[in-house]
């Protein structure tokens, strides 16, 4: 009996230590607090992020905007508004002074040879309030406007039009519009005020209107 009873005491040394490490591993491969992320928490932390992409991405197109309309299309206004001032400087006073009619054809620099359209330095023509997006067949523009295209080249090409027909819509990037006042005599010689305005239609976006630059001068009579 004492035998039995000690391989009986012996079994349980044994199976005593056995099972406490069997349990150990057990819990040690089962932990009681599981951490992850979950489906939804993805997809707001993706959300997330796209809505700060978005912000980026309207920011960088702002950007852009902004740099295309007042970088260089109002850069590229006045370099043309500037060639077309000292185009009208340059002209003969004597000679663009004269009734329209007796103007000899140097004094048209618009580019259009059609009847009305030399007017020199006659007062005349009309720089806004909005611009003159194609080419007049009549009204104050007649005369003080030309058309360029996307490389400042003037409309419709090497070869003057003979009618507003010529100069095609599509290919209008610059308008120039110009006008030409009398300044009252103060005893001084003959006065003359002369205005461009160049209007970009190639901006881009332009919720706040297209830009415009316009540039003001005085003539005197040299003689």
Request: aromatic share 6%.
């Amino acid at each position: 009996m004492e035998l039995g009873h000690g391989q009986q005491f012996l079994g349980e040394a044994i199976n005593g230590p056995f099972m406490m490490r069997v349990r150990e591993v057990s819990e040690m491969q089962s932990p009681a607090n599981e951490s992850g992320v979950t489906l939804i928490e993805t997809l707001i932390a993706v959300l997330i992020a796209a809505v700060g992409l978005f912000s980026v991405g309207g920011l960088i197109f702002q950007g852009t905007v902004t740099n295309k309309n007042q970088g260089t299309e109002v850069t590229r206004a006045a370099i043309y508004a500037q060639d077309k001032m000292e185009k009208l400087l340059s002209l003969n006073f004597s000679n663009c002074t004269q009734a329209a009619s007796a103007q000899p054809s140097s004094c048209n620099t618009t580019n259009v040879t059609a009847a009305g359209w030399t007017e020199g330095l006659l007062a005349g023509g009309a720089i806004g309030p909005s611009v003159q997006a194609t080419c007049p067949g009549s009204g104050a523009s007649v005369g003080y406007i030309d058309f360029l295209d996307g490389n400042g080249i003037q409309l419709p090409g090497s070869t003057a039009a003979t009618s507003c027909s010529a100069v095609t819509p599509s290919t209008i990037s610059y308008v120039r519009m110009w006008q030409i006042m009398d300044v009252a005599s103060t005893g001084g010689p003959i006065l003359k005020q002369i205005s461009v305005a160049v209007y970009s239609q190639s901006a881009v976006n332009t919720s706040s209107g297209k830009p415009v630059v316009i540039l003001t001068s005085l003539l005197s009579n040299p003689n």
